[in-house]
């Protein structure tokens, strides 16, 4: 999809900006991003007329490829499985990958990402090489195929290319079923450059990196990773209780603790996960005001725990979410789980919010939204300069019948399924009418070939 160069207005009945719910709002928009916002005014001849009207959430953590094993490793032993078992059956599902598949599993989960309230996704891409392990002639084949995905659909895209070099902690060799992932620092650079220019036809494209893991990224290549960009910076972290535990046999300290006594982490990284951590671990990442980067549906699937977030949130301490595994892709089970896993935990009702001034649902989906922009690199939310990335939200919907202001995110959040969302536009280009991608024929048709030929 291409970027709209005419000037749009939309009037919305009611819409969420930075400082709360206003009513008869008027935004206007050039080049796809918002230029003025006024308030108090009626619609005018020609403005795109809307109800209710929300930000686009951010997805800040995706691999897109997961989206086609979905539903497919929901079979344990005896004695159940765990995330370890699950990455060996990923391993074999890439292996399969070609690139046209790639970016048709990828379009097919954008879509759905834009359909269920997601409108930019941040792309931990880590499949980069061909079947054998080698280089493709362009190197960042694959890159190239997440973007085509992303212009296909019209999501926002933060390019996260992966540099993943060993297979355990202290620069264990890699194993057969990573090869497709392993690059040395040098050839992460060079895929770096060759990926700018698949974003460069894409609105506001952003590109970061994403060192994996501790597991897969020694001191010292961190160290060289970093002047190779100023954008985002993610990392998977203290998701499993194994890899605590082996970081701490590894270096006598925890991943998260040896984290920040060996890198500068700041504003613009993101600790995918960080599920495992202490009391002062968790006080560090407040302080660097780094992002957690949460993905309760992922977390549940994969069994890896509950992030203390309560306490975080209590503190000060930003997030976002993330779909991840994309085994289930829904903004709003995202935000619902993160609170009813904290429920579960302390045996208590809407335990996030921190006082009377925001309901649950609305400070869920406002830190999610900025927490979330932070960490893919752009600003956040319905304010002059960003990006227009609006979703309208169903009056007519059930679950938000009779309700007004943050009992529509309430409601939406968790009283509603399929159906809550009506619209979206992504840097001001429709996407999403009557609650259906306008693509959504040729891309689920395309999805369906890619499947058959990996799984056939």
Not at 188 to 199: C, E, G, I, T, W
Not at 284 to 303: D, R, W, Y
Request: aromatic share 8%.
């Amino acid at each position: 999809m291409s970027d709209s160069r005419s000037p749009l207005c939309f009037h919305a009945a009611h819409a969420l900006l930075a400082d709360g719910w206003a009513r008869d709002v008027r935004l206007q928009v050039q080049d796809g991003r918002i230029t003025a916002i006024h308030t108090g005014q009626g619609a005018q001849h020609g403005d795109t007329r809307v109800g209710i009207l929300v930000p686009g959430l951010p997805n800040l953590h995706s691999h897109a490829f997961q989206r086609g094993m979905a539903g497919l490793t929901e079979i344990g032993g005896g004695d159940g499985d765990s995330f370890w078992s699950w990455r060996e059956l990923m391993y074999r599902f890439l292996a399969h990958l070609r690139p046209d598949a790639v970016q048709a599993i990828a379009a097919q989960a954008y879509m759905e990402m834009l359909e269920n309230g997601f409108t930019r996704v941040g792309e931990f891409h880590y499949l980069h090489h061909d079947a054998d392990g080698h280089a493709y002639a362009n190197r960042a084949e694959m890159s190239t195929r997440i973007a085509a995905a992303a212009d296909q659909t019209g999501i926002g895209l933060t390019l996260l290319p992966v540099f993943y070099a060993h297979a355990d902690f202290g620069g264990a060799p890699p194993n057969p079923a990573q090869r497709r992932l392993i690059h040395d620092v040098d050839g992460f650079a060079q895929l770096l450059d060759a990926a700018k220019p698949a974003l460069t036809a894409l609105p506001d494209a952003v590109l970061g990196i994403a060192p994996h893991s501790l597991r897969a990224v020694t001191g010292e290549e961190l160290s060289a990773l970093l002047p190779l960009t100023d954008g985002p910076v993610h990392i998977h972290i203290a998701e499993q209780v194994r890899e605590v535990d082996a970081c701490l046999a590894w270096s006598g300290q925890r991943p998260v603790q040896w984290l920040y006594n060996h890198a500068p982490v700041d504003a613009r990284w993101c600790l995918v996960h960080a599920t495992h951590i202490t009391d002062d671990e968790r006080a560090a990442m407040v302080a660097s005001q780094a992002v957690a980067g949460l993905c309760p549906i992922t977390e549940a699937n994969l069994g890896d725990g509950l992030f203390p977030m309560r306490a975080f949130a209590r503190e000060g301490g930003r997030f976002g979410v993330g779909s991840d595994s994309n085994v289930l892709i829904d903004a709003a089970e995202e935000l619902r789980l993160l609170e009813y896993g904290q429920r579960l935990t302390l045996r208590g009702r809407n335990v996030l919010a921190p006082d009377a001034t925001r309901s649950t649902g609305r400070f869920l989906f406002e830190g999610a939204l900025q927490g979330g922009a932070q960490a893919l690199g752009v600003a956040a939310g319905l304010q002059v300069g960003a990006s227009a990335d609006l979703v309208e939200l169903d009056a007519a919907h059930p679950a938000l019948q009779a309700r007004r202001d943050d009992a529509w995110l309430d409601s939406w959040v968790f009283a509603a399924r399929n159906g809550a969302l009506r619209s979206v536009w992504r840097h001001g280009r429709q996407c999403v009418a009557e609650g259906r991608h306008l693509q959504r024929e040729a891309i689920t048709t395309a999805f369906a070939a890619a499947l058959k030929g990996v799984l056939g």
